[in-house]
């Protein structure tokens, strides 16, 4: 019954099938199962209460040399463990998976868990790593002749090139993966490029008018699509794209739709994006006190979920505050600890960010040469960045 419910859940919850990826293991009953989840009020709340369950299935799976059940279940028990944080598990099960698949000779479900475990160590802020796991599935998938599942791990690849500091090809590569599968017929995965498209536009490229423009088709696409996860990522940064527009009503339209998908999913995670969002829009409206609520908030909530990049980027905010409010040594110190964690991170621009907001605290506490050396490595830094 597990894998039918992981199944159903994962189009009931996600918007996704990927039945071009599944293999020929037998479900149990899975109309009937799919028609139960389907009338429930929240089909990843029943799946949550199954983790041990799961955890213990892919473990006997993995022991007993059933590779394709294996890595089946972790397909869908990844949703799990990334809406509640559950990074051992998540770690443990996807490398189980791997070496039995491994063991068995299975190189398509080993191309697959290869892929899925890129976007476990992306989730954990590990770039680097994350990047040799996305090239090894995309080498994978193309050995195979697999266009379906190349498509689906090049759609990864545009964020990853993009935390390389690669912007244009970062776009280039969404939209190729968008024409892939759009091809194929899977418009949740296409409207998550539209999302990475308008990410790259914003976040490295510095356009947030065509940012706003792609990331409201992505929000427009995942809603048709059914995917609430995709539906609320995209709202988050389409919430971003237009505060730096000044749009202050799109904004706060777009940030409650992630904040109702918060309250209906109960996603740690997605509560640390809700609360930055909130308190970007509370800055963007004058309410310094609201807005340092949120941001204290979400950090709290990044840190227990060990989500490094959210750190600094919730950190350089708060330091922003501080120099808004003339709270020099405070900024300084929020912003020197912005520097620090983002060390632990392969991600070019925000390794430059903190140096530079650090550079504009020690400028107006007074310490110039520290500003300036602060300045100057954050421009080294972007000096390797391919801005388009």
Known sequence: ML???TDAVRRADDGGDHGHLLGDESRWRPGEVAAEVAATSSPLAWLRAERISLVAAIRQAAESSRDDYCWQLCMGAGLVFQMGAHFDDWHDTYHQALA????????????????????????????????????????????????YGYALALRRSSQYQRHGGRIGKAVAVARKAHELLVAFGDPA???DCLVLEG?????????????ANVLAQAVKAARHAGSRNILAYGSYWLTLAHLALGNLGEAATAEAELS?????????????????????????????????????????GARNVRDSLMQ????TDLGELDLTEGKYPEATGT????????????????????????????????DQDGASAARQEASTILARVDFP
């Open 3 to 5: 894998l039918a419910l």
């Open 189 to 191: 995965a296409a409207a």
């Open 100 to 147: 039995a698949t491994e063991a068995a000779g299975n190189r398509h479900g080993q191309a697959v868990v290869t892929m899925m475990l890129a976007e476990y160590y992306h989730a954990r802020r590990r770039l680097a790593t994350t990047k040799l796991y996305s090239d090894r599935a995309l080498s994978l998938f193309e050995q195979l002749d697999d266009h």
């Open 199 to 211: 990410i790259a536009y914003l976040d490295g490229g510095g356009n947030p008018a065509e940012a």
């Open 260 to 300: 109702e998908f918060v309250k209906t999913s109960d996603h740690q995670i997605g509560v640390v994006y809700a609360r930055h969002a909130r308190g970007r829009l509370y800055l963007g409206m004058g309410d310094l006190a609201k807005a340092r609520r949120e941001f204290l908030a979400g950090l709290a």
């Open 335 to 366: 912003l020197t600890e912005a520097v620090n964690v983002s060390q632990d991170l392969d991600y070019a621009l925000w390794r430059a960010r903190p140096l530079q907001r650090l550079g504009d605290g020690l400028a107006a506490a007074g």
């Open 312 to 315: 600094v980027r919730i950190l």
